[in-house]
């Protein structure tokens, strides 16, 4: 519901600010809340302001008597918004849904909605009776009468993404793209462009451009501290002010005299403070606002009558910059209060301008003559030239966000630590590792990560962000392509360094293919520690010196093969066996660091390009951002099927394969311990069965032999008979004694048999029971192992 009842604006600090703060209860009456607004825009004439909060509500706030605003409803939440400036109370929106709503003050109910884009509206900007809309995707241009779509920005790189486009009164068209690239046309001229490279002017993370309101002039600002100022004519620079540091958003302000030239900007500072600069003379004007802190957004009126800006609790403010300013143009009051007030510098702004001071000293242009003269930095003053060279940003909000999360886990098993030792874990590498390991969970089964960053780390030890921040720096240039077979070695690279040192060293190389020794032997372990194991401290830091200075990437890798060519003879004479070979790689040398920089020189300077590494790795140097996130890292590095296994989040997936392929070890040794406990059963049932066999086989020869014996007495006896037939009686009767002789004899073998078979039947029994024995000993000891095993599973 339209709300007409208009309720005047409180006035502020001063009379010359006025304050919105409405509150709302959302349904819920006993709590209100304050409206947080995100959106405002002045109409053509300054008359009349709207605001939109970030519920989506819209009001209307009167300028032309005394300051009073009304509600008009809901529009929806919105990104955008724009006066159309040949109809005062028309306006666009644009909103999340990525469409454009057009909509009269008067009648918010009624209105139009323009669909072309994809993303959500950035910014809106007018010329003549055209309306070009932008997001970070697409920029299209209306026709206002009609709404309909006449021209569309076509981008061929998908990964391009438009920050601003903007119109110019004479009909400029600009669009700012998040390369911190400038490309701008004349209206209905797209044939013919022009691009500007800020970089070119020292200018890298670009915030925020506007025309001037003669079209003559574009003014650039970025978190540098400096403003650029080009002439539309043909896009040279006219201007190079730096007032103070870092631009969030500025905005140009008409005054009566001026002429459009717009030479007085307001900015709004990367701390959140607002002031007033003049460009002409690169001085920051004196007025009541500077004490003004904790802006999120500023505004300033088409006829600069007003500005506003939300503050970042959301209140919206109003100011009356004809009052503001009117001490900038009247001399007499401005001599006065010079006179009467002293210029008074603050610490924090003077410690500004000394940093600008040292990177403007410290530039390489000034440093790469001292490092050719002596060879080396000043070891006092290495830690300020390796932080300027490496554009080291002290982003502390990124930086907080890893250290005060607790030590990762992963820690503990990388560098082989116990968790209640306080001490290891407060340790400087230890701190960095776990927000390396926060920043990239992936570098957890990284085990050479603390080598890596040890040496770094102890160059900043006493500032762990910049320790932090130059790791992630030397990962992110000098570590190019090492993780595309994470965690096996890189093979990749490793290849080149083969074709480095075969192209250099034919007869080393021929050496390392005869004896086995692969470049995972003699250069890993070098590039793992970048040296820092078989350098002296102070010889790593001078190559270091060099590496950060030549902006090469591929130079440690021409470092490591010029190490092995120098030590030839002690590999190829004194290295006999492979533990030789690894203490070699782990052990401190006695290399001339300046001979060894002078055989890396020659070999980035003679290795021909086919194999050279800068065809492979990237030559420019990824610079870590002041503000926002760190870059994520490994997002592109991997394969796309080895991604998916090695990311975070499929970490637990990996750890239940494990543990299934464990079970399945276990199982596996269960099963062959049981086929062996049987094999040794079969064996020994069968040698028990042969030894049965054998005592009755035994046996059964003996008796044989006893009964063969027998026959052959019963014979001889019988002959003996035979023969004696004629003897006399007497005789008869001995011949009866010696028949009873011989019964008694038969009956004694017939006895010794009995006892024979039952010595064997008793044998058979114990054999019997000693094989029931052994059954029940080896089921007992299968048992024992099938209890052992299920408890280890």
Known sequence: MIQEKWTDLVKGCCSNHYNLKIKSNHGNYHCPTTVSFALCAFNADDELLVTIDSNGIAYCIDLSSTPAYRVLGSVGPSTSLMFNPTDRNELFIGLNSTSIKVLRINDISNFCLLAGHSAPIINISFYKDYCMTASSKEVIIWQIQSYCKVYQLLLNVKSIVIKKAIFSNL?????????????????????????????????KNIKDLQFTKDGRAMIVCGVQNKILVF?????????????????RQFSVISLPLDGGANSIVAVLTTDCTLKFVNLVTSDIIDSCCESLTGIKKILVSHRGHYMAYISKEGHLEIIV?????????????????????????????NLKYVHHA?????????????LKEFGEYPEKHRRLIWTTIMELPSNKKAYNNFSNKAPHEAIFDILKIDISTDKTRNTPVSITLSCLLHWCPILEKCSFLPKLIAPFVNVF????????????????????????????????????????LLEADPLLFNYFANKGITSSDYAWPLLQSTMSEVLGTKDWLIMWDHLLSLCKPW????????????????????????????QFYKTQGHVSIKNLLKVAHKLDCETPYEIHPRRYLKKDINVLAKEGPYPPFLQFEFPKYLTDELRGANL????????????LQLNTAELMEEKRLRIEKDNFMKSIQEMRLNEIRRCYENQVLDDKRLLEYAKRQTDDSNSCQYLHKTKWTNLECDGQEYICTADFKRNKRKNKYKNCKLLQEQVDRLEFEVQDLLTTLYNKSSRTKSKII
Request: charged share 25%; net charge positive.
């Open 231 to 247: 002439n539309t004519t043909n896009y040279d620079l006219l201007k190079s002010t730096d007032c103070f540091t870092g631009v």
């Open 461 to 500: 030890k006493t500032i762990p962000i910049l320790g932090f921040e130059a790791s992630v720096f030397i990962i992110l240039n000098y570590c190019q392509k090492w993780f595309e077979y994470h965690p096996l070695p890189p093979l990749n690279v490793l290849g080149i360094i083969e074709n480095i």
């Open 652 to 663: 637990k997936h990996l750890k239940e394969k494990e543990r299934q392929l464990r079970g």
């Open 555 to 582: 130079f440690l890798l021409m470092c490591t093969v010029a190490y092995n060519i120098i030590y030839r003879k002690t590999i190829t004479t004194k290295l006999q066996t492979v533990d030789d070979l690894q």
């Open 358 to 370: 040292i990177k403007e000293e410290l530039k390489l242009q000034r440093l790469m003559p001292i």
């Open 171 to 203: 009909g400029h068209v600009a669009i700012l793209y998040e390369n911190n690239l400038i490309q701008s046309w004349m209206f209905q001229q797209f044939d013919k462009d022009n691009k500007i490279n800020a970089r070119k002017y020292g200018l």
């Open 321 to 349: 910059l004809n009052k503001i300013l009117h001490l900038h143009f009247n001399p007499r009051l401005r001599i006065k209060r010079e006179q009467k007030k002293s210029v008074s510098h603050q610490t924090e702004d």
